[in-house]
């Protein structure tokens, strides 16, 4: 059977598979390309990333004041607080005599033991 086929038919029949593979390759291609210009938008829109410590504040005499050191994801740290860069947190712990927390154990991150 296979001989009864030309090779002139043979020929086309794999330019037609050839055809639709290449069709195949550029959708392909064309949805990943979609898929990275999306991406590159998403982070251009997202918000930037949340530091990695917080401190804490107290009010003592009207005057808020730093009270500790915290981890971004320790839950004991309260609701009066406000993010820190690395090394402001490393600043705080030990330049400015801040207390870390004993829980989430901010200095233990922070290299400072």
Do not use: F
Not at 88 to 99: F, K, N, S, Y
Request: hydrophobic share 35%; with cysteine.
């Amino acid at each position: 059977m296979y001989e009864d086929v030309s090779r002139l038919d043979r020929l086309r029949s794999v330019r037609e598979w050839l055809a639709w593979q290449l069709r195949r390759t550029d959708d392909t291609i064309a949805e990943l390309e979609r898929q990275d210009v999306a991406a590159a938008r998403t982070a251009r829109t997202l918000p930037p990333p949340t530091p990695g410590w917080k401190l804490t504040m107290r009010r003592a005499g009207g005057k808020p004041t730093p009270d500790s050191v915290h981890t971004s994801g320790c839950g004991m740290a309260g609701q009066n607080t406000r993010p820190l860069a690395r090394e402001q947190a490393l600043r705080a712990i030990t330049e400015d005599g801040v207390p870390a927390c004993p829980y989430c154990r901010p200095d233990t991150d922070l290299g400072v033991l």
